[in-house]
């Protein structure tokens, strides 16, 4: 049974959400860089650094107000080590009515929907953030 990175990285996320927990580790890796950036550009997370030695991305997530309401409402794995999905650029799902993003891994790397439809690119569903 292999590790799935992307599962491991949601589940911390969440998990810090519930818990309201400002800083997240996750193993830095080429995948969790470009989901990171791509929850950075579209506002989910405040920033995030690369430790040096250890390997590891700290994400500083973002929350607003006094009672700590996280940007992040909802984070979803959609395709699976063992149940693959993919999609071409028309059928990609708009979650929320455009509100929140799908993350895709394509053949010109990871990307949002929107930038997916734009670019008529299909590929694997990895996660839906709003």
């Known amino acids: 049974m292999g590790n799935d990175i992307i599962a491991s990285m949601i589940t911390s996320i969440r ?15 080429n995948t969790t860089r470009a ?24 994400l500083n997530l973002k929350y607003q107000g006094k009672k700590k309401k996280s940007y992040i409402t909802t984070l979803r794995r959609i395709s699976k080590p063992g149940l693959r999905i993919y999609s071409n650029h028309k059928e990609i799902p708009k979650v929320l009515g455009g509100i929140g993003i799908v993350i895709l891994s394509t053949s010109g790397g990871i990307i949002t929907d929107r930038e997916a ?6 590929g694997e569903l990895l996660c839906y953030i709003w």
Do not use: M, W
């Open 35 to 58: 989901i990171a950036k791509i929850l950075l550009r579209e506002g989910f997370i405040e920033d995030f650094t690369n430790k040096q030695n250890a390997n590891i991305l700290v």
């Open 15 to 29: 998990n810090a959400n519930s818990k309201k927990i400002k800083i997240v580790q996750i193993p830095a890796t």
């Open 117 to 122: 439809r734009q670019k008529k690119i299909g």
